[in-house]
């Protein structure tokens, strides 16, 4: 696609609950990064995947937080038992990798668990 | 670890006036990169501009420029001829190249909300 894509744009879910929030990259883009912005601040790293791996999970809150990248591409941001706290946008980015640091964003997942 | 600082939560300019927002951040990185995003209700972050810490020279993109003084550890964003549509979160952000040379993973600020007034 033309830009990195995010769905959905929105979602309300019950605390408890299981959520997955998916991310498109920009083709070809080999670099993945989840990150995480609640109100009133700057985006929080979460996780980096260069292809399919996890290269740097550093940023996970907790182990209720997990993410996917099974084939290069599209990634699944994974969320168990939610909570509250749990309110948040999340954004990803993708790059061309290696060297490249522009990232380009999607315009995020409003997640707001009640 | 990094960190970044914005000072100015909110900020406001009339419209083809100049305004400049603050950025300072801490790291004892020598090959680092800083950048100014703006964020539009959408929530999209757009980059505005990039500066690469080994260039002396002040990055310029249109009506944006930065004055990036290593020393001081200060980056900051002059935007010139403001308009209507520069309304939005400002955010400063740092990254810099690890071991692994290819994890660019970005540290923001808190941001800055520039309202331009007509």
């Known amino acids: 696609g033309a830009g990195v894509s995010q769905t959905p744009s929105n979602k309300v879910t019950e605390k408890g609950k299981y959520v997955e929030l998916r991310c498109d990259p920009i083709?070809?883009?080999?670099?993945l990064y989840w990150y995480r912005q609640s109100l009133g601040q700057g985006p929080e790293f979460l996780i980096y995947f260069q292809g399919t791996g996890a290269a740097d999970d550093s940023g996970l809150p907790n182990d209720r937080f997990f993410a996917v990248r099974p084939e290069g591409s599209v990634s699944t941001l994974k969320i168990q038992r939610t909570e509250r706290g749990d309110s948040a946008v999340y954004l990803c980015a993708s790059s061309r990798g290696r060297s490249n640091t522009e990232a380009f964003f999607g315009q995020g997942t409003r997640l707001t668990v009640v | 670890a990094q960190t970044v600082t914005q000072s100015q939560p909110e900020m406001s300019v009339q419209e083809a006036e100049t305004v400049t927002l603050s950025c300072t951040y801490d790291?004892?990185?020598?090959?680092?990169?800083l950048f100014w995003y703006k964020q539009p209700p959408s929530r999209q972050m757009i980059l505005v501009i990039r500066q690469e810490a080994y260039k002396q020279q002040n990055a310029t993109e249109n009506r944006f420029s930065v004055n990036f003084q290593k020393a001081a550890k200060s980056f900051s964003l002059k935007i010139s001829d403001s308009q209507l549509g520069d309304t939005a979160m400002y955010f400063c952000?740092?990254?810099?190249?690890?071991?692994?040379?290819?994890?660019?993973?970005?540290?923001f600020g808190k941001g800055t909300l520039l309202t331009v007034n007509p």
């Open positions: 083709s070809g883009h080999t670099a």
């Open positions: 790291t004892s990185e020598n090959n680092y990169y």
């Open positions: 952000a740092f990254t810099y190249s690890n071991s692994g040379g290819s994890n660019y993973k970005l540290t």
